[in-house]
């Protein structure tokens, strides 16, 4: 292989790394506070694709008020279905708090197929992202530089909420005991439901790049990313961003190498998210950089 | 300053406070003292708002807080000192105090208050950017003292604060808690060191299967019969 095709890989790799590692701490961050696999989040990821799809095809708004809009939307879908389906459960045992998401995701496929129709459409991409740079003789998309960039920016703004704001360390007091964080006059209530807006804007912004990436939506597009990115939070360490990030770019990048490798292997691109989960629970159960706890789901 | 009266709580079928009256006047120390399972800790954290009560009120300053949120208790100026100290052990000590002041607005209070808790526990300000969870038991119960106080609490509710620890450690803290009332807060102290609590107490009750068995000031009851075969293991 050249080094020029190995670049472009590596390129593409790293932006569906990205994309899969935004995803992804949608689910460490709910699991870190409720111990819950939020099945609902590829599925939140998914609407909000259509979300920027039907924002843009109105073709009134410009690009980046649309786009806006839509991650607003979505950051209130993820809002609204914690208080659907899992504030009730809060005092319940957690499986049922674990079919309560997995209920949410069926409903939330189902309406989408009722509401935007089982034919895939395509993500208008705006001008502005649609451009090829070449340099030397690598051609590269802007989208593969734009897509990692606002990853990092994003993990950047986040890491420091979590770290060095209040509201960062009630959410890590929360995830650790929700009755001493109470005795700290800390509504418990409150910061899950920023925890599920966070995790839901993640997605969100994924979910657009995602759409400008893969242009072809359908109401089923968030399973595959959701259960991908859900192992990589698993492979990642499962409640820790880093990890959860760690886990998306192993992932990304060991996808497109494969396929980039071995074309022969193409078909099975799927199927190496879940050998490498195979793999990890084998070797290393707590993930790559996580903690030993003492249960799990 | 807090009168409970005739508090039932039922934990799913079992009746665990059978119409309890408690009253801790201002600026006092009053023990809670009984066997495992007496209702101790139940009491305190019926208080706290953690365990809802069936029946029977909890007046606060006047106000019946019985229904409250612990969010708002808290902000009332009452504080817990839980059972098994419940510090968060992935943050850092300043980090685990500055949640304590979670609610609290006024950052030179904080900053006093954080001083004044550097001051009754010097380790802890050794120990400033440590993680909480690394620490000896002893000083994550200062910890667990030190977050508290952080909340700016008119009355501290301490269960069991003596709980595994060495026994120099106990002394310290008791005289901790002797200098915490000095200050001018009123404590509520759930012990089985009956001894110790009785013996710093201006007023104790003796808590047997949910209800008051027995109470008095603090020096009359060390000196009961009962109490003293029954809770501090003397021989009569």
Redesign the interface.
Known sequence: MEIKEFLQHLVNGISLGSLYALLAIGYTLVYGILRLINFAHGDIFMISTYAGFYLMSSAILPWWIAFLLAIILTCILGILVEKAAYRPLRDAPRISLLISSIGMSYLIENLAIVFFGGRPKTFPIPAIFDRIITIGSVKIPTLSFIIPVITIIILAILLHIVHNTKTGMAMRAVSTDYEAARLMAIDVNKIITFTFAVGSTLAAVGGIMWGMKYPSLIPLMGVMPGIKCFIAAVVGGIGNIRGAVLGGFILGLGEIMLVAFMPALSGYRDAFAFILLIFILLAKPTGLMGKNLAEKV | MLIINDLNVHYGGIHALRGISIDVPDNKIVSLIGANGAGKSTTLRSI?G?VKSTSGEIIYKDNDISKSK??DI??HGL??V?EGR??????TVV?NL???A??RKDKQGIQKDMNWVFELFPILKEREWQKAGTMSGGEQQMLAVG??LM?KPQLLAMDEPSLGLAPLIVKDIFNIIKEIHSQGVTILLVEQNAKAALEISDYGYVLETGSVALEGEGKKLLNDDQVRKAYLGEAI
């Open positions: 706290m953690i612990t969010k808290v902000e504080a817990l839980p419940r510090i968060f052990p992935d943050l980090e500055t949640l304590g979670y609610w977050r508290a909340t």
